[in-house]
Nanobody, 121 residues
Framework: QVQLVESGGGLVQTGDSLKLSCAATGYTYALGWFRQAPGKEREFVAVVIRSGLSPAYGKFVQGRFTISRDNAKNMVYLQMNSLKPEDTAVYYC?????????????????WGKGTQVTVSS
């Protein structure tokens, strides 16, 4: 059973950067990030397979975010730059039982409790 714990959220200003971390227990395959703003559906942010190659990003990212992982530490990270108020959401770390990219939340078997990111204008 994989457990995921996010950290690194907070309150920042427009244009600032923030790095989210997710600590995993157990063997992990593809790891991703999703986000959910109040009143909106959960949205795909990024995913990376175990090798770290060919990560995928949501269309809204537009080069501002970078996902990475450290398998030795069993960690996945989300570096977020040029943050905008519309990036305000709870960010969730998610894991799959397959080492392939998926943008659908239904494809993920494990979820963290989330970390709040608030970007003020």
């Amino acid at each position: 059973q994989v457990q995921l714990v996010e950290s690194g959220g907070g309150l920042v200003q427009t244009g600032d950067s923030l790095k989210l971390s997710c600590a995993a227990t157990g063997y992990t395959y593809a790891l991703g990030w999703f986000r959910q703003a109040p009143g909106k559906e959960r949205e795909f942010v990024a995913v990376v397979i175990r090798s770290g190659l060919s990560p995928a990003y949501g269309k809204f990212v537009q080069g501002r975010f970078t996902i990475s992982r450290d398998n030795a530490k069993n960690m996945v990270y989300l570096q977020m730059n040029s943050l905008k108020p519309e990036d305000t959401a709870v960010y969730y770390c998610a894991g799959r039982d397959a080492d392939t990219v998926s943008t659908s939340s239904r494809a993920y078997n494990y979820w963290g409790k989330g970390t709040q990111v608030t970007v003020s204008s």
